[in-house]
């Protein structure tokens, strides 16, 4: 079994930065692939990033650029960066890990999810 919680969502201004951090527990992810997506409202999920173990990163192109995905393995947690946040960028930002070392840019690849935490960017 393993529980991914992620922390940091809020209320920021155009222009403005967040970090989420998801922690993980129950079991190592150190091995395995990582990633974050989002959900808008009225919109299916989002990719938005994934980090391998070896701390290779993979970003959509709507963030490029803007987010930083990182990786603790030592803390057993993953961090999403958002600098330059646009209201486009409003979302219920997930954690997610697969059982592999493979990349994942789908949600099917994923076989662990956090809760969610709410990202707001006002105009």
């Known amino acids: 079994q393993g529980l991914l919680v992620e922390s940091g969502g809020g209320l920021v201004q155009a222009g403005g930065s967040l970090r989420l951090s998801c922690a993980a527990s129950?079991?190592?992810?150190?091995?395995?692939?990582m990633g974050w997506f989002r959900q808008a409202p009225g919109k299916e999920r989002e990719f938005v990033a994934s980090i391998r173990w070896s701390g290779s990163t993979y970003y959509a192109d709507s963030v490029k650029g803007r987010f930083t995905i990182s990786r603790d393995n030592a803390k057993n947690t993953v961090y999403l960066q958002m600098n330059s946040l646009k209201p486009e960028d409003t979302a219920v930002y997930f954690c997610?890990?697969?059982?592999?070392?493979?990349?994942?840019?789908?949600?099917?690849?994923?076989?662990?999810w956090g809760q969610g935490t709410q990202v707001t960017v006002s105009s």
């Open positions: 997610a890990a697969r059982s592999t070392a493979a990349w994942g840019l789908r949600d099917s690849d994923y076989d662990y």
């Open positions: 129950g079991r190592t992810f150190s091995s395995v692939t």
